[in-house]
């Protein structure tokens, strides 16, 4: 459960906690410099791209997030969930997310990776349907850690923000997800990049020189933004996405003028004692990226973490070394990938193609989300990818936050362009549209009235264990069916853009997305028919999608923020939240009573009688949840599950109902 609040002079009295581990508590304490309430208080951005963790792996346990008490996991055949997943060995046999319990054997802490290839992770990923995860992956591949074996992570996610809904860009490994983090896209000449395959300067398994079109950082330059790469060039883990691109290897080559320049801005040494002393000196550049070490990377069987927990919290200490320069600064700490651990939430994407090439729902502006190379997943969308876990560290994301809008990488380079101006036409119009650009992550107007959290753990001893573990170790998933379960508790909540609906009308399912700004991407399951790929519809802010209603329907509907519908039956009525309450409609010529249970926050139950065709605005108390609503309507045979929360433009509370115990099967 989240820490108490604490005042900054309770802070400062806990001693003990703060000597243990400095870096946070100095992160905590330092108020943000505020001169105008809005980004343009934010003078430096530094970011640090660690490696192949996804968001269940770390956080699926944690409270206030969309773990593993997701209370709507995605249907799979055999009326199983998302969450039993066939065995590799025998796919009679069922698993479920497990623990990686370091305290019983500290080996675990060095997990043994998994596949991560363009490949497998479609796979895995199987066009929305995720039912065979452990065949793509391997049984560990379901492993997981909790609050006891990563204390330093979930310290950071306790004090600042934690995003629960941040996709890496693509279905596959380490160098295509850089290359969109400092680029925005994955295609161009000599692309598409779908492998590592030019992750090393001298490297060119294709003879063609390297990639050929303009990252981000190129654009900085040409508009006067200050900024740098912070590596060791010896001890970089191959994770400098730039060293694959032309004009990059060029500039190693360069013995002055501009291409030097940029040479020492992004392929040279320049590593964490750089930082430092840039940051005492104030002179850290506007925006900053860190390529970590191999120990420090995260990485499974290479580093952990407790290993990462360290590097990190060094990096942590060198920003906040002057506090003059972290009250205007922001660090962003991400996952490239998920390596191949299992994350429950399917990616949104542009609709999968089916035999004949007509899109499986709809998507504007998607044009090159989809992969145009071998014949076998020819035309599949490159992403999102799994989730992956996103720590937003500043004076205005403080207080144990959870943020829960549609991110990937390329939100970093937008993050970063709603500060500088720095325009990234690399990013598809699909990718602006779905996913955000992290300003919802940050209070600007009043920073500094977060609460502070004590209890701050050190990361010395962790590290020098597993740094003497040597090696990877591979758990032995259990053999019984066992729930991995999530703490409860709930967490403060960002604000998301999301309006969301899913009515019935004129004989058509629509969906509605009544949005100011920000599309989204609704996913539809046919529950007779699992086996089939779930159809995709992207809906732009302010807009609408209808799609053919049969006579006898059974569909699962979900989106962004925990909305969820489920429509069974013959659709004999509608309700969907209005401005003004739950809006009920009667869609037949004929009398028709419908109950209301409220499935999880106790509001009491409704009986509402509808004369033929009448609409009926129906009142239910959601202050007790939050904002949040589960709610069953039915009548004779039909029935109509709604579940999401209510946006008002202000911080809530995460949902209280979402922990506990998986579900496995379907309800």
């Known amino acids: 459960m989240t820490a108490m609040p604490h005042n900054r002079r309770t802070l400062l009295k806990a001693a003990a906690g703060f000597a243990a581990f400095p870096a946070i508590a100095r992160a905590l304490d330092i108020p943000a410099k505020v001169r105008t309430g809005t980004i343009k208080d934010v003078e430096h951005i530094v970011i640090l791209m660690q490696e192949n963790r996804s968001f269940d792996h770390y956080f699926g346990a944690m409270n206030g997030v969309q773990g593993f008490g997701d209370r709507f996991p995605i249907p799979v055949a055999h009326d199983r969930t998302v969450f039993a997943q066939p065995r590799e060995e025998d796919k009679t046999r069922l698993i479920a997310p497990f623990a990686l319990n370091t305290a019983r054997d500290f080996r675990l802490m060095r997990v043994e990776g998994t596949p991560h290839s363009f490949k497998d992770a479609q796979a895995a990923w ?97 508009a006067d933004v200050s900024w740098q790469v912070y590596q060791d060039m010896k001890d970089n883990f191959t994770d400098n996405p730039l060293v694959g691109f032309k004009t990059y290897r060029a500039a190693d080559k360069a013995t002055g003028g501009k291409l030097a320049e940029l040479a020492n801005r992004s392929v040279r040494t320049r590593d964490l004692d750089k930082l430092k002393e840039d940051v005492l000196a104030g002179k850290l550049p506007q925006v900053s990226w860190i390529v970590g070490t191999a120990e420090g990377s995260e990485h499974p069987s290479t580093s952990s973490p407790a290993q990462g927990a360290d590097y990190t919290a060094k990096v942590l200490d060198a920003l906040t070394a002057n506090p003059e320069v972290w009250a205007k600064t922001v660090f962003l700490i991400n996952f490239d990938e998920n390596d191949g651990y299992f994350d429950h939430v399917p990616p949104p994407a542009p609709p999968s193609l089916d035999a004949t090439g007509a899109p499986l729902g709809f998507a504007e502006g998607a044009d090159a989300e989809y992969h145009q190379g071998d014949d076998k997943y020819r035309n599949r969308p490159y992403g999102l990818g799994p989730r992956v876990p996103m720590y937003v560290i500043s004076p205005w994301s403080k207080g144990g936050y959870v943020a829960s809008e549609v991110f990937d990488h390329t939100s970093v380079i937008r993050f970063i362009e709603a500060r500088f101006g720095v325009h990234e036409p690399n990013i598809s119009p699909w990718r602006r549209a779905v996913c955000g650009d992290l300003t919802s992550c940050f209070d600007f107007k009043t920073p500094n009235d977060q609460p502070f959290f004590a209890g701050m753990p050190q990361t010395t001893e962790l590290a020098d264990r597993a740094r003497k573990l040597g090696g990877e170790t591979k758990p032995q998933a259990p053999d019984a069916l066992i729930a991995p379960v999530q703490e409860k508790g709930p967490r403060l909540r960002r604000a ?17 997305n009544n949005s100011h700004a920000g599309a989204a991407v609704f996913h539809v399951y046919d529950m007779d028919n699992l086996a089939a790929i779930p159809r995709r519809f992207t809906v732009s ?15 699962w509907i979900s989106g962004p923020n925990g909305f969820y519908r489920r429509i ?83 911080p809530s509370m995460s949902n209280p109902a979402a922990f506990g115990p998986a579900v496995l099967d379907q309800a």
């Not at 490297?203 to 190129?218: F, L, M, N, V």
């Open 126 to 222: 199987d066009q929305g349907r995720m039912d065979n995860w452990p065949a793509a992956k391997h049984n560990h591949s379901l492993g997981y850690f909790t609050r006891a074996d990563m204390p330093f992570q979930y310290a950071l996610a306790d004090a600042f923000t934690l995003c629960d809904a941040y996709f890496c860009a693509m279905h596959s490994g380490t160098n295509p997800n850089r290359v969109f983090h400092w680029t925005g896209k994955n295609v161009g000449p000599n692309g598409p990049v779908i492998d590592n395959g030019y992750d090393d300067i001298k490297a060119d398994p294709k003879s063609h020189g390297g990639y050929d079109w303009t990252t981000y950082p190129e654009r900085l330059s040409a």
């Open 568 to 650: 069974f039956g013959q659709a004999a009525f509608t309700g969907e939240w209005g401005s003004k309450g739950l809006e009920l409609r009667n869609l037949t010529k004929a009398p028709l009573t419908v109950i209301i249970r409220d499935e999880a926050y106790n509001a009491p139950a409704q009986t509402i009688a509808l004369t033929p065709q009448e609409t009926r605005i129906v009142t239910i108390d959601l202050t007790i949840s939050h904002n949040w609503y589960d709610l069953s309507l039915t009548s004779d045979a039909n029935t109509l599950r709604l579940s999401g929360h209510i946006e008002d433009g202000k």
């Open 541 to 555: 802010a302010g807009k609408a999608i209808a799609m053919p209603l049969k006579d006898t329907v059974n569909l």
């Open 496 to 512: 998301t853009p999301y309006a969301l609906g899913c009515g019935i009308s004129n004989g058509q399912i629509v969906l509605t």
